[in-house]
């Protein structure tokens, strides 16, 4: 699929601004997540550091003596005391307390709260007096999998581990990544609808020197529009415009040389053709079939010679000037009925349908241009095909379709055909290759248009001229 460099330019945009958009959301998470075990560090610092200052706390006092009252508030907080000594050593007297062996500490009592279950086995400890950090699971039957924040630090024989759980934390994070997330999709989508707007602005420049080289393509002269800005697009439009005299040049001289030719010709043909006659009327019987197809040739080159002149003369703006009501409906029927026999000799069904379609012109041009597309339909229908005119009013245009049966025209030679001398459908047995170039001129002239267009089977030429007022 074809993409416009606007779409490119905004597809780039996007994906630029939505990576952009995931590594700054990443690093603002990132911080946050930072932030956010630091204050629950803090928090739990905080707890640790008052127990340990005040070692007549009622709550330390409580685990020292290794009972945990219910009467104890320990708020939020969860709490493990575990024996820091060997525990090999043999359990210590003292109320019986839940305990069991975890990388030598026993574990002297735990906060009520975790109903008996107990926090994964601690890492490394901690220098003596200094807290440690660490996230842990929440033992809770009712945590359904959540996360704690643990603080441990080192009694003497104990140590001391109070957690609390990071699922407030979490649902902070959650919340601001959602926003994040929301805000930087809106933000990356804002950047590619902008993006979109200001390549729109900086390629129109653009878009009007293609809509003006398509203007061009129709005209034998012309430059395209220069903005004086001294910009990029300036700059390519005077390498264009350069481009275009010197193929105009290129054109001029190339049509010249044709007229200069054509010209040149006409006579000694014209004197060929003479004596040819002359010699007929003098030479033996088997001379003759040799002389006709010679005379032949001759009257060929002659009508080609006639068709480049006229060819040159409506391409080089001067064409008939001869404007006057023309109905394209009996013009057409008037040509079928002329060319009836013909059709009859080759087993072609010819017809033509219709309505009335007036136009301002010369008849004798416009006739010549239905004379030049039925031509072209006998030459590339085979036997037992058919050809038709089908003429038509719509709106403002009068339009003549002469269609056949005959094998078409390809979709990449549809503008090919109109060239001079074009290989391919143009050139059947007995063409010269400027019947459609000729009537493309003389609608050009009219101010209309010759084209080719897909058909389900043969070939359809659409002539369209505007129609006459009243």
């Not at 320990?74 to 000594?85: I, S």
């Not at 697009?233 to 030719?261: C, M, P, S, W, Y």
Request: some cysteine; charged content about 25%; hydrophobic content about 50%.
């Amino acid at each position: 699929m074809i993409q416009s460099i606007r779409g490119r330019i905004a597809t780039f945009s996007l994906a630029l601004s939505l990576a952009l958009a995931a590594l700054v959301g990443g690093l603002v998470l990132a911080g946050l997540a930072n932030a956010l075990v630091g204050l629950a560090d803090g928090d739990l610092r905080a707890e640790l550091e008052d127990l340990v200052a005040d070692a007549s706390d009622r709550r330390l006092s409580a685990l020292l003596a290794r009972g945990a009252p219910a009467d104890v508030d320990w708020g939020d907080l969860v709490f493990e005391l575990r024996d820091a000594l060997d525990a090999r050593a043999g359990r210590r007297e003292g109320p019986p307390l839940l305990y069991e062996i975890r990388r030598g500490g026993a574990l002297v009592a735990a906060s009520p709260a975790l109903e008996g279950a107990a926090f994964a086995p601690p890492g490394a400890a901690p220098p003596n007096g200094a807290i440690g950090f660490r996230d842990a699971d929440d033992p809770r039957p009712g945590s359904r999998g959540g996360r704690l924040r643990v603080a441990a630090v080192d009694l003497g024989p104990y140590r001391l581990e109070i957690a609390r759980s990071l699922a407030p934390l979490l649902r902070i994070e959650s919340a601001v990544r959602a926003q994040v997330a929301a805000v930087l999709v809106v933000v990356s989508l804002l950047a590619a609808a902008g993006t979109w707007a200001l390549a729109a602005r900086g390629l129109a420049p653009v878009r009007r020197l293609a809509r003006e080289a398509e203007r061009l393509r129709s005209l034998a002269q012309g430059t395209l529009p220069r903005s004086g800005r001294g910009d990029e697009i300036d700059e390519l439009a005077g390498v264009l415009n350069a481009l275009l005299e010197r193929v105009h040049g290129e054109v001029e001289r190339k049509r010249q040389f044709t007229a200069d030719v054509a010209h040149e010709l006409r006579t000694p043909l014209a004197a060929i053709r003479g004596h040819l006659e002359l010699l007929l009327g003098d030479a033996a019987a088997e001379a003759q079939p040799t002389l006709l197809a010679v005379l032949e040739e001759v009257e060929r080159l002659a009508r080609l010679v006639s068709r480049l002149l006229l060819l040159e003369k409506l391409e080089g703006g001067h064409a008939s000037q001869r404007r006057e009501p023309v109905d394209l409906l009996p013009l057409a029927q008037g040509l079928v009925e002329h060319l009836r026999i013909l059709a009859e000799e080759r087993d072609l069904a010819l017809e033509v349908r219709g309505e009335s379609a007036a136009v301002a012109g010369d008849p004798e041009q416009l006739r010549q241009v239905l004379l030049n597309l039925l031509d072209n339909a006998f030459r590339h229908t085979p036997r037992g095909g058919r050809v038709w005119v089908e003429i038509s009013r719509q709106g403002e245009l009068a339009r003549a379709v002469v269609g056949d049966t005959g094998p078409g025209i390809a979709a990449a030679e549809r503008e090919r055909v109109f060239e001079r001398f074009a290989s391919g459908r143009t050139r059947p047995q007995g063409g010269i290759g400027l019947g459609l170039p000729i009537a493309r001129a003389i609608a050009a002239a009219h101010g209309g248009a010759l084209r080719a267009e897909d058909a389900a089977t043969g070939a359809r030429l659409v002539l369209e001229i505007p129609a006459a007022c009243g």
